[in-house]
């Protein structure tokens, strides 16, 4: 729950004050055997959870992190899990319901009654390549976490400029509110797409490609040395920071559409 939304039930009265402060005591950093310091409260302060990065840590640590949202929040995102993680993340299967991106880097675990708010943001990935697929499901999982529709399109990379112009086309129909444009190689997609739309468009470099300016890196400086204007642009592989932006443009858009239609 949104510190507002927390305001406003306990101004109309459907939230008594008592079960407001609980609500509140989860501000609070949560201090696991002084090794992890979770931000259990940035949910409400912002309505985008703590997010683990498992990458560094040992499998003790992911699974007392994991343990401590669970218990404060009912859920649970750990994000660029390593293979040998995938067996911390199995352990809660038995009482929590655990979703696991195509990359299997991106796990979601949460008390089976726990669902995820719906918004009404909507957000359009869009894949240049086959390849790309892995981290674009990643950003979907994410945003939908966030509260947002995920409108996909895959392989429409400018190698065939026609596919990513019918891309472009459909984003339009379906209005959405932003748009996460996931490629390597050369990286041209993001910088044709915010050409053409009237939207905030994100580039999501990936580290595919080979040779000099391989590992994403060509791509990344493609889409920062971008004349599209609309175009912003995060760190190779950023799944999380692309998702995460996203879903902040778009369920703010969806607020104010709300309002609009009385």
């Given at each position: 729950m949104a510190l507002r939304?927390?305001?406003?039930?306990?101004?109309?009265?459907?939230?008594?004050?008592e079960e407001a402060e609980q609500q509140l005591k989860i501000l609070a950093i949560e201090d696991i055997a002084g090794i992890i310091k979770l931000d259990v409260g940035r949910e409400v302060r912002k309505s985008v959870p703590e997010i683990?990065?498992?990458?560094?840590?040992?499998a003790d640590q992911l699974e007392l992190a994991i343990k401590g949202l669970l218990e404060a929040r009912g859920r649970a995102i750990a994000s660029r899990l390593r293979e040998d993680q995938l067996e911390v993340v199995k352990k809660?299967?038995?009482d929590y319901?655990?979703?696991?991106s195509a990359s299997r880097r991106v796990a979601v675990i949460k008390r089976r009654d726990h669902r995820a708010p719906k918004h009404g943001g909507r957000v359009g990935i869009v894949a240049a390549g086959t390849a790309d697929l892995p981290i674009?499901?990643?950003?979907?999982?994410?945003v939908e976490e966030l509260g947002c529709d995920a409108i996909s399109i895959h392989d429409v990379g400018?190698?065939?400029?026609?596919r990513t112009l019918d891309a472009a086309k459909t984003l339009l129909e379906v209005d959405v509110d932003v748009v996460v444009a996931i490629a390597g190689m050369e990286g041209a997609l993001p910088s044709v797409l915010a050409s053409v739309l009237d939207v905030p468009v994100i580039g999501l470099p990936t580290s595919l490609g080979?040779?000099?300016?391989?590992r994403?890196?060509?791509?990344l400086l493609s889409m920062l040395q971008s004349c599209s204007p609309g175009l912003v642009v995060v760190n190779i592989d950023n799944s999380v920071g692309a998702a995460v932006a996203a879903a902040l443009i778009a369920n703010r858009v969806a607020k104010f559409r709300r309002s609009s239609n009385g």
């Open positions: 939304e927390l305001l406003k039930k306990v101004a109309d009265g459907s939230l008594s004050v683990i990065l498992s990458e560094y840590k040992s809660f299967e038995r319901d655990v979703v696991l674009a499901d990643e950003v979907r999982l994410l400018i190698a065939g400029l026609h080979y040779g000099l300016g391989g994403g890196v060509a791509a």
